[in-house]
């Protein structure tokens, strides 16, 4: 009781019962002064640590959660949400609305390697990602068919220049990834989310943690085996 009381920082009269609850529930088990969890309740315990992390992240952005469209998030990822942990919500600026964010556009300069989903056609695209490969910078870049389709119809000539660098290798995915877009490198994961209702806002969340660059990079892995590489246009 006295190492309980140490831990909690509270009293027996608070712990007592508590630990009878626990008890009755079958979860901890009394031997003499000693108490220690049962057979269930180390099976529960081993539980608590990722899902009370889970609430933590959810928590951080819970309107953002809750109005999304979680269906492009393929299970073994939903479990693992609570590697999202320190996120930074993103809303577009006013000023930059038909602009890529000016923190993700500096963010992407500081990377040495990038690996970016887009289901969605942005005409900065077809500037931005050349410039960053001209740099040196490793680029995997997976579309929809739709917005590879627009990108060789309309900017066939930008396509083709982009194709030619040795360090980027372009994918298209031929199925609705139900995800808006995701860019993930050395240095951050970023991830927007498709909306419940029409209305897309194009908010997103930015975590700069390992684990979430690590979640960002499976979940790109994952997608890559559905997705067909661009050899030539």
């Not at 040495?112 to 289901?119: K, Q, R, V």
């Not at 005409?123 to 040196?136: D, H, N, V």
């Not at 194009?202 to 590489?229: C, I, N, R, Y």
Request: hydrophobic fraction near 40%; aromatic fraction near 12%; proline fraction near 6%.
């Amino acid at each position: 009781m006295a190492e309980i009381q140490e831990h909690l920082s509270a009293d027996p009269v608070s712990i007592l019962p508590q630990i009878k609850k626990l008890k009755e529930g079958k979860l901890v088990v009394q031997k003499g002064h000693i108490y220690e969890l049962s057979f269930m309740g180390v099976v529960i315990a081993d539980k608590m640590p990722p899902f009370l992390r889970t609430l933590e992240v959810l928590e951080d952005n819970f309107d953002y959660w809750t109005k999304r469209n979680l269906e492009g998030i393929p299970p073994f990822l939903r479990k693992r949400i609570f590697e999202l942990k320190n996120c930074k919500l993103i809303l577009p600026e006013m000023s930059h609305m038909f602009e890529l964010n000016p923190e993700f556009v500096e963010k992407l300069h500081l990377s040495t390697h990038i690996l970016g989903f887009a289901s969605y056609f942005h005409p900065s695209f077809t500037t931005f990602y050349p410039e960053l490969a001209e740099k040196g910078v490793e680029i995997s870049l997976m579309l929809t068919e739709p917005v590879f389709q627009r990108f060789k119809m309309d900017y066939r000539e930008e396509l083709c220049s982009f194709l030619s660098f040795k360090n980027v290798s372009l994918f298209v995915f031929p199925q609705d990834p139900k995800i808006a877009d995701f860019t993930v490198t050395d240095r951050f994961f970023l991830l927007t989310l498709l909306p419940r209702e029409k209305f897309f806002e194009h908010e997103s969340l930015l975590s700069s943690e390992p684990e979430a660059l690590k979640w960002g990079t499976d979940l790109f892995s994952h997608m890559l085996k559905e997705a067909v590489q661009v050899k030539e246009v």
